[in-house]
Each structure stands twice: as structure tokens, then as C-alpha cells.
């Protein structure tokens, strides 16, 4: 069959999903809307580059 199949374990799935809920939440407390764009762009960033492995 194809190529190895890599995935994440429960524990480092949290982990992950824990990044993104901060990443949120930071975003959220800015007061200013080009302070929050800009973590939400960032946190974007990496969510894309996280899925082209």
C-alpha cells in the first residue's frame, strides 16, 4: 500500500487543540482590532502549515 500513515495521540491531540484555544484567547484580550487580527493571522499561519505537514 502507500507511505506510512503518522498520527497523534490522544495526549499530543489535546496538546495541540490546547495551542489553538490559547492562541484564541490571546487573540480575544486584545483591545485593538489589528492586534487581534494579527495573532488570529499567525495562529492561521500555522494551523496551514500544520495540515501540509
Not at 502507500?2 to 489535546?14: I, P, R, S
Not at 484564541?24 to 495562529?43: G, P
Amino acid at each position: 500500500m502507500g507511505g506510512e500513515v503518522t498520527g497523534m495521540t490522544d495526549l499530543q491531540f489535546k496538546s495541540w487543540l490546547k495551542q489553538i484555544i490559547r492562541g484564541i484567547e490571546e487573540a480575544k484580550e486584545e483591545k485593538e482590532k489589528e492586534a487581534t487580527y494579527k495573532k488570529l493571522d499567525a495562529l492561521l499561519k500555522d494551523l496551514k502549515e500544520d495540515l501540509q505537514g
